[in-house]
């Protein structure tokens, strides 16, 4: 079958009508403490431990009167402490220069400490509605395998998503290659032969069915 960005798209909607965050949150807040919890670490392990974070810490005023002795031991299983200075000193910078809400820019989001530009778009999407493409490790993988994009890093992949996708699908695709990511197109032993997918995916055909040799960016490339 010949490869077509319309049909790989309409594809993965369809296997992925409800595809959303995996992490949990309520507002801007939370969510930009789950998404910087969440850098090379599973959604479902944050999700362990906000619940008790977000009890004790429920606004940035709070997070930033926080001590980061007091956060890490709260936070531990998700990462280094480094996570927990970065998520207090975010706070306290939102307090001091944005009035206690987080911001909507990518440029005043990026300005916070551990917050790259992948973190930033998720954000943006998630939290303010705004249109991006989020360029995690899944996204990554599973657009250049598939041929949604030809990239060497995560700045140029984010690019041509840009470009292949139409800008009213940014947000949902950027879940459908996630999910499919994660239940199919593994970055180890991807299952193409039950993937619906495979009759249009470039790196199965080069392959001849199936993809040997993993395309994959490791976690500690992707920016947070």
Request: charge should be positive; hydrophobic fraction near 40%.
């Amino acid at each position: 079958m010949r490869f077509s960005r319309k049909a790989v798209l309409e594809e993965l909607k369809n296997l992925y009508p409800d595809a959303r965050p995996e992490l949990n949150f309520r507002n801007p807040y939370e969510t930009l403490v789950a998404v910087m919890l969440s850098a090379q670490c599973t959604d479902k392990q944050v999700n362990k431990v906000t619940p008790a974070l977000f009890d004790r810490y429920p606004t940035a005023a709070s997070m930033a009167a926080a001590s980061v002795d007091d956060v890490y031991p709260m936070v531990k299983s998700c990462g280094f402490k480094t996570k927990a200075s970065n998520i207090v000193e975010a706070c306290r910078l939102i307090m001091q220069n944005h009035g206690g809400e987080v911001p909507g820019t990518m440029e005043a989001l990026t300005a916070l400490p551990g917050v790259g530009q992948k973190t930033a778009n998720v954000v943006l999407a998630n939290a303010f509605g705004v249109p991006t493409i989020a360029v995690d490790t899944h996204v990554f993988r599973v657009s250049n395998r598939i041929g949604l994009a030809d990239a060497k890093n995560v700045e140029e992949t984010e690019r041509q998503l840009q470009k292949a996708i139409p800008k009213k699908d940014w947000v949902a695709a950027h879940h459908w290659l996630i999910f499919h990511g994660r239940r199919v197109c593994h970055a180890r032993n991807p299952e193409c032969g039950a993937c619906t997918l495979q009759p249009m995916c470039k790196a199965a055909k080069a392959a001849g069915g199936a993809v040997i040799t993993p395309r994959a960016v490791k976690k500690k490339d992707i920016q947070a």
